[in-house]
């Protein structure tokens, strides 16, 4: 049983809970975690990943990000997002850096 314990608390960084009656039939053993979704930001050249809360614009997204709006693009899925695009908790977006020469 301790070893499933370790695992848990690995997988949910929540902790305990008091046995004041939430779960009846559990041991003390029992985790509770409230999980808030989140944006997930990926920036793949910084080879970064960052959770932001939302609802929040892509420019407000970037300026959190310390990214400048002017040298990239911003992607959800297949789609290009501008930068005034609201972006909801739950959904990911790619931050992928522009390159251009002559």
């Known amino acids: ?5 370790s695992f848990v608390d690995a997988a949910m960084p929540c902790g305990p809970v008091s046995r004041k009656g939430n779960f009846p039939n559990r041991g003390s ?7 808030h979704p989140m944006i997930r930001v990926r920036l793949p050249q910084k080879k970064r990943e960052l959770d932001v809360p939302g609802p929040r614009r892509v420019m407000d997204i970037l300026a959190e990000a310390g990214v400048r709006p002017t040298t990239v ?4 899925g297949k789609r290009l997002l501008t930068r005034d695009h609201k ?4 959904e990911t977006i790619e931050v992928i850096s522009v390159v251009s020469g002559g």
């Open 87 to 90: 972006v909801e908790d739950g």
């Open 73 to 76: 693009i911003v992607t959800q």
């Open 29 to 35: 053993g029992a985790v509770s975690c409230i999980m």
């Open 1 to 5: 049983m301790e070893g499933l314990k």
